[in-house]
RNA sequence: GGUCCCAUCGUCUAACGGUUAGGACAGAUGGUUUUCAAUCAUCUAAUCGGGGUUCGAUUCCCCGUGGGACCGCCA
Protein backbone atom coordinates (compact mmCIF):
# COMPACT_ATOMS: atom_id res chain seq x y z
CA UNK A 1 0.00 0.00 0.00
CA UNK A 2 1.38 3.27 -1.14
CA UNK A 3 2.06 5.68 1.97
CA UNK A 4 2.11 9.13 1.26
CA UNK A 5 2.52 11.75 3.88
CA UNK A 6 3.59 15.75 4.61
CA UNK A 7 4.27 17.71 6.74
CA UNK A 8 2.70 20.78 6.76
CA UNK A 9 3.93 23.76 8.94
CA UNK A 10 2.78 27.65 8.69
CA UNK A 11 5.38 30.04 8.78
CA UNK A 12 3.48 32.18 10.91
CA UNK A 13 6.30 31.46 13.82
CA UNK A 14 9.32 29.41 14.71
CA UNK A 15 8.73 26.08 14.16
CA UNK A 16 9.87 24.44 17.52
CA UNK A 17 10.08 20.77 18.35
CA UNK A 18 7.16 19.20 19.02
CA UNK A 19 6.79 20.46 14.85
CA UNK A 20 9.94 18.48 14.86
CA UNK A 21 8.75 15.37 16.06
CA UNK A 22 5.27 15.76 13.59
CA UNK A 23 8.08 15.70 11.03
CA UNK A 24 10.18 13.11 12.26
CA UNK A 25 7.21 10.50 12.64
CA UNK A 26 6.35 11.61 9.45
CA UNK A 27 9.37 10.91 7.66
CA UNK A 28 10.15 7.50 9.47
CA UNK A 29 7.21 6.03 8.59
CA UNK A 30 7.84 7.49 5.00
CA UNK A 31 11.19 5.50 4.73
CA UNK A 32 9.95 3.09 6.63
CA UNK A 33 6.84 2.08 4.32
CA UNK A 34 9.09 3.13 1.03
CA UNK A 35 6.79 5.75 0.50
CA UNK A 36 6.92 9.97 0.26
CA UNK A 37 7.53 12.44 2.38
CA UNK A 38 6.29 15.89 1.48
CA UNK A 39 6.63 19.02 3.09
CA UNK A 40 3.81 21.93 2.63
CA UNK A 41 4.06 25.53 3.76
CA UNK A 42 0.93 26.71 4.34
CA UNK A 43 1.09 30.15 3.99
CA UNK A 44 -2.34 30.85 3.06
CA UNK A 45 -2.40 33.80 5.90
CA UNK A 46 -0.74 36.32 3.90
CA UNK A 47 -0.48 38.84 6.99
CA UNK A 48 1.60 36.88 9.47
CA UNK A 49 3.41 34.05 7.31
CA UNK A 50 7.20 35.62 7.03
CA UNK A 51 9.57 34.48 4.99
CA UNK A 52 12.30 34.43 7.62
CA UNK A 53 9.81 31.75 9.26
CA UNK A 54 9.97 29.36 6.07
CA UNK A 55 13.63 30.05 6.26
CA UNK A 56 13.59 28.74 9.91
CA UNK A 57 11.42 26.11 9.20
CA UNK A 58 13.66 24.81 6.26
CA UNK A 59 16.68 24.91 7.93
CA UNK A 60 15.21 23.15 11.27
CA UNK A 61 14.32 20.28 8.91
CA UNK A 62 17.69 20.29 6.97
CA UNK A 63 19.67 20.59 10.44
CA UNK A 64 18.32 17.15 11.87
CA UNK A 65 18.25 15.73 8.64
CA UNK A 66 14.53 15.15 7.51
CA UNK A 67 14.70 15.86 3.87
CA UNK A 68 11.71 15.72 1.76
CA UNK A 69 11.09 14.42 -1.93
CA UNK A 70 10.56 17.06 -4.55
CA UNK A 71 10.53 21.17 -3.91
CA UNK A 72 8.59 21.91 -0.98
CA UNK A 73 4.81 23.28 -2.07
CA UNK A 74 3.79 26.29 -1.53
CA UNK A 75 -0.14 26.14 -0.52
CA UNK A 76 -0.44 30.00 -1.21
CA UNK A 77 0.52 29.07 -5.58
CA UNK A 78 -2.41 27.27 -5.08
CA UNK A 79 -4.86 29.29 -4.31
CA UNK A 80 -7.14 29.25 -7.59
CA UNK A 81 -7.37 25.54 -7.37
CA UNK A 82 -9.21 26.09 -3.75
CA UNK A 83 -11.42 28.62 -4.86
CA UNK A 84 -12.23 26.53 -7.46
CA UNK A 85 -13.42 23.89 -5.49
CA UNK A 86 -15.28 26.31 -2.99
CA UNK A 87 -17.40 27.18 -5.75
CA UNK A 88 -17.56 23.59 -6.71
CA UNK A 89 -18.69 22.55 -3.00
CA UNK A 90 -21.12 25.86 -3.39
CA UNK A 91 -22.92 25.00 -6.60
CA UNK A 92 -23.27 21.78 -5.44
CA UNK A 93 -25.35 22.93 -2.63
CA UNK A 94 -22.50 21.85 0.21
CA UNK A 95 -21.79 25.33 0.43
CA UNK A 96 -23.28 28.82 0.98
CA UNK A 97 -22.64 32.56 1.02
CA UNK A 98 -23.17 34.25 4.39
CA UNK A 99 -23.24 37.77 4.87
CA UNK A 100 -23.53 38.29 8.23
CA UNK A 101 -21.50 41.35 9.17
CA UNK A 102 -18.43 40.74 11.12
CA UNK A 103 -20.01 43.19 14.15
CA UNK A 104 -23.05 40.89 13.48
CA UNK A 105 -20.94 37.50 14.59
CA UNK A 106 -19.43 39.02 17.54
CA UNK A 107 -22.11 40.15 18.83
CA UNK A 108 -23.67 36.34 18.93
CA UNK A 109 -20.43 35.39 20.51
CA UNK A 110 -20.90 37.82 23.45
CA UNK A 111 -24.27 36.60 23.89
CA UNK A 112 -23.40 33.27 24.17
CA UNK A 113 -20.64 33.90 26.44
CA UNK A 114 -23.19 36.10 28.71
CA UNK A 115 -25.19 33.20 28.83
CA UNK A 116 -22.38 30.59 29.20
CA UNK A 117 -23.20 28.51 26.28
CA UNK A 118 -20.89 27.21 23.98
CA UNK A 119 -20.88 29.51 20.77
CA UNK A 120 -21.67 27.85 17.46
CA UNK A 121 -22.49 30.06 13.95
CA UNK A 122 -26.44 29.96 13.92
CA UNK A 123 -27.10 29.05 10.36
CA UNK A 124 -28.54 32.18 9.88
CA UNK A 125 -27.79 31.92 5.89
CA UNK A 126 -27.92 28.18 5.27
CA UNK A 127 -30.69 27.44 3.05
CA UNK A 128 -31.94 31.28 2.85
CA UNK A 129 -31.98 32.30 -0.23
CA UNK A 130 -35.08 34.54 0.60
CA UNK A 131 -33.22 36.83 2.96
CA UNK A 132 -32.31 39.78 1.59
CA UNK A 133 -28.77 40.10 0.40
CA UNK A 134 -27.60 43.34 2.28
CA UNK A 135 -25.09 45.79 0.24
CA UNK A 136 -21.77 46.98 0.74
CA UNK A 137 -20.95 43.50 2.71
CA UNK A 138 -19.10 40.81 0.70
CA UNK A 139 -20.22 37.51 2.14
CA UNK A 140 -17.90 34.08 3.05
CA UNK A 141 -18.42 30.65 1.83
CA UNK A 142 -19.79 28.15 4.65
CA UNK A 143 -19.80 24.37 4.25
CA UNK A 144 -22.87 23.28 5.28
CA UNK A 145 -21.83 20.76 8.08
CA UNK A 146 -23.63 18.03 8.50
CA UNK A 147 -26.06 18.89 11.75
CA UNK A 148 -27.72 15.58 13.35
CA UNK A 149 -26.37 12.38 14.39
CA UNK A 150 -22.48 11.27 15.00
CA UNK A 151 -19.29 11.28 13.16
CA UNK A 152 -16.40 8.86 14.19
CA UNK A 153 -13.00 8.92 12.78
CA UNK A 154 -10.78 5.80 13.09
CA UNK A 155 -7.35 7.72 13.99
CA UNK A 156 -4.43 5.37 14.27
CA UNK A 157 -3.16 6.78 17.50
CA UNK A 158 -6.14 7.60 19.10
CA UNK A 159 -8.48 4.71 18.14
CA UNK A 160 -12.25 5.65 17.36
CA UNK A 161 -13.44 9.26 17.89
CA UNK A 162 -16.90 9.55 18.24
CA UNK A 163 -18.69 13.47 18.19
CA UNK A 164 -21.88 14.60 17.98
CA UNK A 165 -22.29 16.69 14.57
CA UNK A 166 -24.43 19.66 16.01
CA UNK A 167 -20.81 20.82 17.57
CA UNK A 168 -19.66 21.19 14.18
CA UNK A 169 -20.54 24.67 13.05
CA UNK A 170 -20.39 25.60 9.79
CA UNK A 171 -17.42 26.81 9.18
CA UNK A 172 -15.53 28.99 6.33
CA UNK A 173 -13.91 27.52 3.68
CA UNK A 174 -13.45 31.06 1.85
CA UNK A 175 -13.13 34.30 3.54
CA UNK A 176 -14.87 37.35 2.39
CA UNK A 177 -11.76 38.38 0.55
CA UNK A 178 -12.03 35.66 -1.29
CA UNK A 179 -8.99 33.62 0.09
CA UNK A 180 -9.02 30.04 1.11
CA UNK A 181 -9.15 29.32 4.94
CA UNK A 182 -7.17 26.30 5.94
CA UNK A 183 -9.74 23.96 6.20
CA UNK A 184 -10.50 24.15 2.76
CA UNK A 185 -6.80 24.48 1.42
CA UNK A 186 -5.35 21.36 3.69
CA UNK A 187 -8.09 19.33 1.79
CA UNK A 188 -7.84 20.38 -1.44
CA UNK A 189 -3.69 20.58 -1.24
CA UNK A 190 -3.80 16.65 0.57
CA UNK A 191 -5.86 15.31 -2.03
CA UNK A 192 -3.80 16.81 -5.37
CA UNK A 193 -0.71 15.62 -3.13
CA UNK A 194 -2.61 12.33 -2.67
CA UNK A 195 -1.81 12.15 0.48
CA UNK A 196 -2.51 8.70 2.42
CA UNK A 197 -1.73 9.58 5.33
CA UNK A 198 -2.00 12.93 7.81
CA UNK A 199 0.19 12.17 10.48
CA UNK A 200 -0.59 15.84 12.91
CA UNK A 201 -0.30 17.25 16.49
CA UNK A 202 -3.57 16.42 18.13
CA UNK A 203 -4.51 20.25 18.39
CA UNK A 204 -5.88 18.64 15.03
CA UNK A 205 -8.61 16.53 16.19
CA UNK A 206 -11.69 18.35 15.30
CA UNK A 207 -10.55 19.65 12.42
CA UNK A 208 -10.70 16.20 11.24
CA UNK A 209 -14.32 16.10 11.55
CA UNK A 210 -14.66 19.13 9.16
CA UNK A 211 -12.25 18.10 6.63
CA UNK A 212 -13.70 14.55 6.16
CA UNK A 213 -16.79 16.58 5.30
CA UNK A 214 -15.46 18.02 2.38
CA UNK A 215 -13.51 14.84 1.73
CA UNK A 216 -17.22 13.19 1.24
CA UNK A 217 -18.99 16.05 -0.73
CA UNK A 218 -16.12 15.80 -3.27
CA UNK A 219 -16.33 12.01 -3.37
CA UNK A 220 -12.45 12.34 -2.71
CA UNK A 221 -10.44 9.12 -1.05
CA UNK A 222 -10.43 9.57 2.48
CA UNK A 223 -6.70 9.84 3.77
CA UNK A 224 -6.18 7.55 7.45
CA UNK A 225 -5.66 10.26 10.13
CA UNK A 226 -3.35 10.01 12.82
CA UNK A 227 -3.25 12.51 15.55
CA UNK A 228 0.09 12.23 17.84
CA UNK A 229 -0.11 13.68 21.79
CA UNK A 230 1.27 17.39 22.08
CA UNK A 231 4.76 17.89 23.84
CA UNK A 232 4.57 20.52 26.92
CA UNK A 233 7.19 22.43 28.49
CA UNK A 234 8.95 21.28 31.70
CA UNK A 235 5.99 23.09 33.53
CA UNK A 236 3.64 21.06 31.89
CA UNK A 237 1.67 23.49 29.66
CA UNK A 238 1.57 23.67 26.29
CA UNK A 239 4.91 23.99 24.21
CA UNK A 240 5.15 27.80 23.27
CA UNK A 241 6.93 29.58 21.02
CA UNK A 242 8.02 31.85 23.90
CA UNK A 243 9.90 29.18 26.23
CA UNK A 244 13.87 29.54 25.53
CA UNK A 245 13.99 25.71 24.88
CA UNK A 246 11.47 24.94 21.72
CA UNK A 247 13.11 25.46 18.70
CA UNK A 248 15.66 23.92 16.77
CA UNK A 249 18.27 26.72 17.28
CA UNK A 250 17.65 27.01 21.03
CA UNK A 251 19.46 23.23 21.20
CA UNK A 252 22.06 24.25 18.55
CA UNK A 253 23.29 26.97 20.09
CA UNK A 254 24.14 25.04 23.38
CA UNK A 255 25.57 22.42 21.55
CA UNK A 256 23.45 20.18 20.86
CA UNK A 257 24.08 16.97 18.30
CA UNK A 258 21.39 16.00 15.87
CA UNK A 259 20.98 12.74 16.03
CA UNK A 260 20.99 13.12 19.92
CA UNK A 261 17.70 15.50 19.80
CA UNK A 262 16.15 13.16 17.04
CA UNK A 263 16.98 10.17 19.28
CA UNK A 264 15.01 12.27 22.16
CA UNK A 265 12.24 12.97 20.29
CA UNK A 266 11.29 9.85 18.97
CA UNK A 267 11.53 8.49 22.51
CA UNK A 268 9.23 11.10 23.65
CA UNK A 269 5.50 9.51 22.96
CA UNK A 270 6.77 6.18 21.42
CA UNK A 271 9.00 3.38 22.44
CA UNK A 272 9.93 0.05 21.32
CA UNK A 273 10.79 -2.19 24.24
CA UNK A 274 13.62 -1.10 26.85
CA UNK A 275 15.74 -0.08 23.77
CA UNK A 276 16.86 3.92 24.53
CA UNK A 277 19.73 4.37 21.49
CA UNK A 278 18.57 4.08 18.44
CA UNK A 279 20.73 4.77 15.22
CA UNK A 280 18.36 6.61 12.13
CA UNK A 281 18.35 3.35 9.87
CA UNK A 282 17.49 1.41 13.61
CA UNK A 283 14.32 3.88 14.13
CA UNK A 284 13.41 3.74 10.47
CA UNK A 285 12.90 -0.29 10.98
CA UNK A 286 11.10 0.09 14.32
CA UNK A 287 9.45 3.03 14.41
CA UNK A 288 5.32 2.39 14.20
CA UNK A 289 2.45 4.01 14.91
CA UNK A 290 1.07 1.60 17.31
CA UNK A 291 3.95 2.20 19.68
CA UNK A 292 3.13 5.75 19.82
CA UNK A 293 1.18 6.99 23.34
CA UNK A 294 -1.94 9.06 23.43
CA UNK A 295 -1.16 11.16 26.86
CA UNK A 296 1.15 14.37 25.98
CA UNK A 297 4.53 13.97 27.38
CA UNK A 298 7.21 16.64 29.24
CA UNK A 299 10.51 17.87 28.05
CA UNK A 300 12.81 16.84 30.52
CA UNK A 301 16.35 18.57 29.46
CA UNK A 302 18.47 16.48 32.12
CA UNK A 303 17.49 13.44 29.36
CA UNK A 304 18.58 15.51 26.23
CA UNK A 305 21.78 16.13 27.72
CA UNK A 306 22.22 12.72 28.56
CA UNK A 307 21.98 11.35 25.40
CA UNK A 308 23.81 14.17 23.88
CA UNK A 309 26.67 12.85 25.97
CA UNK A 310 26.13 9.58 24.61
CA UNK A 311 26.55 10.71 21.22
CA UNK A 312 29.50 13.07 21.59
CA UNK A 313 31.27 9.89 23.10
CA UNK A 314 30.33 7.84 20.42
CA UNK A 315 30.21 9.74 17.16
CA UNK A 316 33.29 9.65 14.75
CA UNK A 317 36.21 11.89 15.96
CA UNK A 318 36.42 13.72 12.67
CA UNK A 319 32.69 14.25 12.72
CA UNK A 320 32.81 15.50 16.45
CA UNK A 321 35.30 17.98 15.51
CA UNK A 322 33.56 19.30 12.38
CA UNK A 323 30.66 20.01 14.84
CA UNK A 324 32.94 21.41 16.94
CA UNK A 325 34.37 24.21 14.29
CA UNK A 326 30.56 24.87 13.08
CA UNK A 327 29.79 25.62 16.72
CA UNK A 328 32.54 27.82 17.47
CA UNK A 329 32.44 29.67 14.24
CA UNK A 330 28.17 30.14 14.57
CA UNK A 331 28.07 30.63 18.41
CA UNK A 332 32.10 31.53 19.74
CA UNK A 333 35.22 32.61 17.56
CA UNK A 334 35.80 30.60 14.84
CA UNK A 335 39.00 28.11 15.62
CA UNK A 336 42.67 29.13 14.06
CA UNK A 337 43.95 27.02 12.41
CA UNK A 338 46.88 27.09 14.37
CA UNK A 339 44.89 25.84 16.90
CA UNK A 340 42.89 23.52 14.85
CA UNK A 341 45.54 20.38 14.61
CA UNK A 342 45.86 20.84 18.84
CA UNK A 343 42.36 20.78 19.02
CA UNK A 344 41.84 17.00 16.84
CA UNK A 345 44.74 15.56 18.19
CA UNK A 346 43.26 16.31 21.85
CA UNK A 347 39.62 16.10 21.42
CA UNK A 348 39.60 12.26 22.63
CA UNK A 349 40.33 13.61 25.64
CA UNK A 350 38.51 16.87 25.31
CA UNK A 351 35.29 15.23 25.09
CA UNK A 352 35.02 12.97 27.39
CA UNK A 353 34.30 15.40 30.18
CA UNK A 354 31.02 17.05 28.09
CA UNK A 355 27.65 16.65 27.68
CA UNK A 356 27.73 19.35 25.06
CA UNK A 357 29.68 21.11 22.10
CA UNK A 358 29.59 24.11 24.82
CA UNK A 359 31.57 21.78 27.34
CA UNK A 360 34.33 20.76 24.82
CA UNK A 361 34.63 24.52 23.57
CA UNK A 362 34.99 25.27 27.66
CA UNK A 363 37.31 22.39 28.01
CA UNK A 364 39.26 23.78 25.52
CA UNK A 365 39.97 26.97 25.93
CA UNK A 366 43.70 26.69 27.04
CA UNK A 367 44.58 25.25 24.00
CA UNK A 368 42.44 28.12 22.36
CA UNK A 369 44.04 30.73 24.30
CA UNK A 370 47.69 31.52 24.72
CA UNK A 371 47.09 33.86 27.20
CA UNK A 372 45.47 31.72 30.22
CA UNK A 373 43.86 33.79 33.03
CA UNK A 374 44.56 32.12 36.41
CA UNK A 375 41.16 32.86 38.53
CA UNK A 376 41.79 34.38 41.93
CA UNK A 377 40.93 31.73 43.89
CA UNK A 378 43.11 28.94 41.97
CA UNK A 379 46.31 31.62 42.43
CA UNK A 380 45.79 31.03 46.10
CA UNK A 381 46.40 27.77 45.88
CA UNK A 382 50.03 28.14 44.30
CA UNK A 383 51.85 28.72 47.29
CA UNK A 384 56.13 29.07 47.56
CA UNK A 385 56.37 25.07 47.99
CA UNK A 386 53.58 24.59 45.09
CA UNK A 387 56.06 26.95 43.13
CA UNK A 388 59.15 25.54 43.65
CA UNK A 389 57.72 22.52 42.12
CA UNK A 390 56.28 24.30 39.20
CA UNK A 391 59.86 25.86 38.71
CA UNK A 392 61.88 21.93 39.07
CA UNK A 393 59.43 20.92 36.82
CA UNK A 394 60.02 23.68 34.33
CA UNK A 395 63.72 23.33 34.50
CA UNK A 396 63.28 19.04 34.17
CA UNK A 397 61.04 20.01 31.40
CA UNK A 398 62.85 21.91 29.05
CA UNK A 399 65.98 19.47 29.53
CA UNK A 400 63.39 16.84 27.93
CA UNK A 401 63.98 15.15 24.69
CA UNK A 402 61.39 12.87 23.82
CA UNK A 403 58.11 14.52 25.12
CA UNK A 404 55.48 11.11 25.98
CA UNK A 405 54.48 10.21 28.81
CA UNK A 406 56.99 7.46 30.18
CA UNK A 407 59.03 10.84 30.46
CA UNK A 408 56.59 12.96 32.14
CA UNK A 409 55.67 9.95 34.75
CA UNK A 410 59.48 9.99 35.75
CA UNK A 411 60.05 13.49 36.21
CA UNK A 412 56.29 13.83 38.21
CA UNK A 413 57.46 10.81 40.48
CA UNK A 414 61.11 11.93 41.46
CA UNK A 415 59.31 15.07 42.60
CA UNK A 416 56.49 13.24 44.29
CA UNK A 417 59.51 11.88 46.37
CA UNK A 418 61.77 14.77 46.50
CA UNK A 419 58.58 16.96 47.62
CA UNK A 420 57.58 14.10 50.14
CA UNK A 421 54.07 14.82 48.24
CA UNK A 422 51.57 12.91 46.38
CA UNK A 423 50.24 13.11 43.11
CA UNK A 424 47.86 15.68 43.77
CA UNK A 425 50.96 17.76 45.25
CA UNK A 426 52.74 17.72 41.94
CA UNK A 427 49.82 17.71 39.65
CA UNK A 428 47.83 20.65 40.94
CA UNK A 429 49.95 23.27 40.95
CA UNK A 430 51.23 21.99 37.03
CA UNK A 431 47.73 22.18 36.41
CA UNK A 432 46.57 25.64 37.77
CA UNK A 433 49.85 26.70 35.45
CA UNK A 434 49.31 25.83 32.26
CA UNK A 435 45.52 25.78 32.49
CA UNK A 436 44.69 28.42 34.99
CA UNK A 437 42.43 26.46 36.58
CA UNK A 438 42.42 23.37 39.46
CA UNK A 439 39.97 22.00 37.28
CA UNK A 440 40.72 20.14 33.95
CA UNK A 441 42.18 17.32 31.94
CA UNK A 442 44.50 14.82 33.35
CA UNK A 443 47.66 16.20 33.47
CA UNK A 444 49.55 14.24 31.04
CA UNK A 445 47.07 15.17 28.49
CA UNK A 446 47.21 18.53 28.82
CA UNK A 447 51.25 18.87 29.02
CA UNK A 448 51.02 16.51 25.79
CA UNK A 449 48.73 18.48 24.03
CA UNK A 450 50.21 21.72 23.87
CA UNK A 451 53.55 22.50 21.62
CA UNK A 452 56.84 22.39 24.09
CA UNK A 453 57.35 25.91 24.08
CA UNK A 454 53.89 27.51 24.99
CA UNK A 455 54.34 24.77 28.33
CA UNK A 456 57.81 26.60 28.65
CA UNK A 457 56.05 29.31 28.16
CA UNK A 458 53.66 28.88 30.56
CA UNK A 459 55.87 27.48 33.46
CA UNK A 460 57.72 30.76 33.16
CA UNK A 461 55.69 32.53 33.82
CA UNK A 462 55.08 31.11 37.41
CA UNK A 463 57.31 32.51 40.08
C1' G B 1 -18.47 26.70 30.47
C1' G B 2 -19.27 22.97 26.21
C1' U B 3 -17.05 18.90 23.34
C1' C B 4 -13.27 15.38 22.80
C1' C B 5 -8.97 12.91 24.62
C1' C B 6 -5.67 11.16 28.38
C1' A B 7 -3.89 9.09 33.43
C1' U B 8 2.38 3.50 35.74
C1' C B 9 8.45 6.10 39.89
C1' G B 10 10.07 13.50 39.90
C1' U B 11 10.60 12.75 34.10
C1' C B 12 10.42 9.47 29.43
C1' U B 13 8.33 4.85 29.34
C1' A B 14 7.80 -1.28 29.49
C1' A B 15 4.56 -5.10 31.12
C1' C B 16 -1.14 -11.75 25.53
C1' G B 17 -6.00 -10.41 32.33
C1' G B 18 -1.47 -14.03 36.14
C1' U B 19 5.79 -10.22 36.80
C1' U B 20 8.98 -9.67 43.62
C1' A B 21 5.36 -3.87 38.28
C1' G B 22 10.93 -3.77 34.34
C1' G B 23 14.34 -0.16 31.92
C1' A B 24 16.36 4.79 31.12
C1' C B 25 17.18 9.97 32.92
C1' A B 26 17.43 12.60 37.37
C1' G B 27 18.48 11.86 42.82
C1' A B 28 21.17 9.26 47.06
C1' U B 29 25.26 6.16 48.94
C1' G B 30 29.82 3.62 48.39
C1' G B 31 34.32 1.78 45.42
C1' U B 32 38.03 3.37 41.88
C1' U B 33 40.75 7.79 40.31
C1' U B 34 45.24 12.71 39.23
C1' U B 35 41.40 17.63 40.28
C1' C B 36 36.51 18.27 37.94
C1' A B 37 34.26 14.71 35.18
C1' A B 38 33.84 9.82 33.80
C1' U B 39 33.25 4.82 35.39
C1' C B 40 31.55 0.61 38.48
C1' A B 41 28.31 -1.23 42.44
C1' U B 42 24.14 -0.49 45.45
C1' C B 43 19.76 2.13 46.92
C1' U B 44 15.32 5.42 47.02
C1' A B 45 10.97 6.00 43.96
C1' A B 46 4.94 4.55 40.53
C1' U B 47 -0.07 1.62 38.73
C1' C B 48 -4.87 8.98 40.80
C1' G B 49 -9.48 7.62 44.09
C1' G B 50 -14.00 4.67 44.46
C1' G B 51 -17.01 0.97 42.66
C1' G B 52 -17.87 -3.23 39.51
C1' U B 53 -16.64 -7.78 35.84
C1' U B 54 -13.25 -11.94 36.90
C1' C B 55 -10.46 -17.47 40.32
C1' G B 56 -7.21 -13.15 39.32
C1' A B 57 -7.10 -6.54 37.32
C1' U B 58 -1.75 -1.63 35.75
C1' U B 59 -4.58 -4.00 31.87
C1' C B 60 -11.84 -4.48 30.70
C1' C B 61 -16.52 -1.35 32.33
C1' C B 62 -18.78 2.78 35.23
C1' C B 63 -18.38 7.13 38.41
C1' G B 64 -15.37 10.74 40.50
C1' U B 65 -10.68 13.54 40.47
C1' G B 66 -6.68 15.57 37.90
C1' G B 67 -4.30 17.05 33.26
C1' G B 68 -4.55 18.40 28.12
C1' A B 69 -6.60 19.85 23.28
C1' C B 70 -10.26 22.41 20.63
C1' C B 71 -14.21 25.96 20.78
C1' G B 72 -11.06 32.16 14.66
C1' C B 73 -12.96 35.04 8.15
C1' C B 74 -5.06 31.35 12.46
C1' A B 75 -2.96 27.09 10.87
Known amino acids: MAFICRFAPSPTGPLHIGGVRTALFNWLLAKKNKGKFYLRIEDTDKERSKDEFKKQILDSLAWIGLNHDDKEYIQSLNIKKHKEIAEELLKKGFAYKCFCSEEEIKEQKEKCKKQGIPYLYNRKWRDQENLEVPKNINPVIRFKSKISGNSVVKDLVQGEISVANSIIEDFVILRKDGSPTYQLSAVVDDHLMKITHVIRGDDHKINTFKQKQIYEAMKWNIPEFAHIPLIHSEKGSKLSKRDNSSTINDYIKIGILSDALRNYLLRLGWAHKDKEIFTLEESIKLFDLKGVGKSPSKLDMSRILSLNEHYIKHVDEKDLYKFLKIFAEKFKKPISSSR ?46 SKKIIQDFHAEFKKMEILNKENLEKTINNLISKYKTNFKGVGQPLRIALVGSRFGPGIYNIILSLPKEEVVKRLSKIN
Not at 349 to 373: G, H, S, W
Open 340 to 385: ETLIIKSINFLKNKAKTLEDIYQNAQYILNENIKISVEDSKLLDSN
